[in-house]
């Protein structure tokens, strides 16, 4: 097999792109999670062109910017004040060595549903006709504003005409010019050399190359695409969310051809770069977006946000807002739970309803069960937060970090003052303020000590429900201590000399329950 591999790909990405009506430039709108020029750069990156060329002018140093993040390997090409599709061909060639041979791809930086394999195809078909130019033409119902193509007795493209240039006649025509193109290098060069800007619009049209090649006697061979989204540009916002609704559909069709179970593909929004394992149910209303990884066996959703975040196989996160988050196997997440930047979470630990969390590394086994705030933190192993636990992390100018030890208990109700460090298997009593650190194995108690005062109700709140039902609480005691006595009366020998020795007078103390 032949090497398929363009000299260049030049993507075309300069014009102004009015009808968004944005301050952002076009090609930087984004639909599944990339934007549209990034779309472009990579199914031209897989076609492993030697060179890969992005044709910038509107806006120039932002969008550049944005294609050397994008991909650091592009080149950028400025294109002068030569107005037309020609012209920034021809620019980008100049930046290209005068040696360069082979074949040259056209694409442009607003078609962000083109695949690099119809790129691959294009190539197969000029090499395999040996053409001079391959265009990739489509037959639309309405062919408005595009290029019409012209075909000739035998069949073969001879022009391709402007809409603004176009006659009544040519106007019918319904196959269209989709402006993606393989030319050989020499012929696209030379042919460009002598394309002028007497037209409608006063632009130098790359379109004229095709009318120049056949001219010459050169072939041109039409490459009919039967998959339109393919070739369909973004002009306006409209147009943005019809294009990204059909990306999402190829997107969720993907990861569950790849075997991910996706209840509701119709509320499920799926980002270019995500990727799902094996058996994960994906809920309704779910996005995962950016570069969010997911494992096998996993439930995600319902009515779940995850950006940038690492899931492991096996674990459950549940209405759950997450960026930047990691998630461990078997560790379960959710309902109701804010994971922000620089979330950990160990493996089989647990993140509850209404926590949220930033900066905070949670241990394997960990628990932050319910209605928690936990910011800059590091917490060991099995370690147990009880419900309704801040970690207070900010005094007003800076923020400060708490470790809390593994196996430790933080009973519910309690602020950790930052910094601090509540060592391991140490317990803190519920609704403590812990403004000092707590050492291995100790209990922090900080809470007041409990009075409570006598016939207060009565004397307080007399005639009120409360007084009245603390009456007939009253009585209703009085009335079962006498009950308790007589029968202690009448089975006291059993009692006293029965196995069990003496009845208990008062409840054995109590351990500190578990605040799960
Ligand atoms: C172009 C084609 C037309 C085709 C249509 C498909 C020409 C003359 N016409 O028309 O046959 O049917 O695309 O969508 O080529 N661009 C530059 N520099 C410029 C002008 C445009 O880089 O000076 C870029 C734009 O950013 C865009 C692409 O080229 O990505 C197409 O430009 P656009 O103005 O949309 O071309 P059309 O008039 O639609
Ligand atoms: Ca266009």
């Known amino acids: 097999m032949s090497d398929r591999r363009p000299a260049a790909v030049i993507v075309l990405a300069a014009g102004e792109g009015t009808r968004m ?37 509107h806006q120039r140093d932002r969008v550049a910017a944005h294609v050397e993040r994008v991909d650091p390997e592009a080149i950028v090409v400025d294109q002068d ?44 078909d000029h090499e395999r006709t040996h053409s001079a130019v391959t265009l990739i033409t489509a037959t639309l119902d309405d062919p408005t504003g595009y290029g019409r193509v012209l075909r000739d007795s035998d069949g073969g493209v ?58 010459e006697g050169l072939r041109v061979t039409p490459y009919l695409v039967a998959d339109l989204w393919q070739t369909e540009g973004v002009n306006d916002k409209a147009q943005l969310a019809r294009l990204g609704a059909e990306l999402n559909r190829r997107l969720v069709d993907r990861a569950m051809r790849e075997g991910a179970i996706v209840i509701d593909p119709a509320t499920t929004w799926i980002d270019a770069d995500v990727s799902i394992g094996q058996d994960t149910v994906i809920q309704p209303n779910t996005q995962l977006l950016g570069a969010t ?11 779940t946000t995850l950006k940038d975040t690492e899931v492991a196989d096996g674990a459950s996160v549940i209405r759950t807002q997450a960026e930047l988050a990691e998630i461990g196997p078997g560790a379960t997440v959710g309902p109701f739970s804010f994971l922000r930047p620089g979330t950990k979470l160990g493996a089989k630990g647990k993140i509850g309803g209404f926590v949220e969390t930033k900066n ?20 060991g192993e099995g370690a147990n937060i009880g419900a309704g636990t801040i970690f207070a992390n900010f005094d007003g100018l800076t923020k400060s970090h708490t470790e809390v030890g593994a196996w430790s208990f ?42 409570n005062i006598d016939g207060w109700v009565a004397r307080r709140r007399a005639g009120t429900k409360t007084e009245k039902a603390a009456q007939a609480a009253a009585a209703a005691e009085a009335e079962e201590a006498l009950a308790t006595e007589a029968g202690a009366v009448l089975e006291g020998d059993r009692l006293e000399s029965g196995p069990g020795g003496p009845a208990p007078t008062s409840p054995p103390p109590t351990e500190p329950k578990d605040a799960r």
Request: charged share 20%.
């Open 293 to 303: 990884s997911i494992g096998a066996e996993c439930v995600i959703g319902p009515d």
């Open 410 to 451: 933080v009973g519910s109700d309690s602020v950790i003052v930052a910094p601090r460090t509540i060592g391991a298997g140490s317990y803190v009593a519920a609704g403590s303020a812990v403004v000092s650190d707590v050492g291995p194995g100790q209990l922090a108690v900080t809470r007041a000590r409990q009075r």
């Open 21 to 57: 009506k944005s301050k952002t430039p076009k090609v930087l709108h984004t639909i599944g999670g990339r934007s549209l020029v990034a779309h472009a750069i990579s199914a031209a990156r897989g076609t492993e062109p030697e060179y890969l060329e992005v044709v910038i002018r």
């Open 360 to 379: 905070a590394d949670i241990g394997p086994e960990a628990k932050v069960p319910h209605l928690t705030y936990c910011g800059d933190a590091t917490i």
């Open 158 to 215: 001879s022009a391709v005409i402007e809409q603004k240039d176009a006659t009544q006649e040519q106007l019918a025509i319904h196959e269209v010019n989709s402006g993606i193109y393989a030319f050989d290098v020499a012929v696209l060069r030379q042919a460009l050399a002598q394309v002028g800007t007497d037209n409608a619009q006063g632009e130098k049209y790359l379109t004229d190359v095709v009318g120049i090649a056949r001219a």
């Open 81 to 124: 004040e030569v107005p037309g599709t020609g012209r920034a061909v021809e620019c980008a060639l100049q930046a290209l060595p005068e040696s360069l041979s082979g074949t040259v791809v056209v694409t442009y930086g607003d078609v962000p549903l083109l695949t690099a394999e119809v790129l691959r195809e294009l190539l197969a």
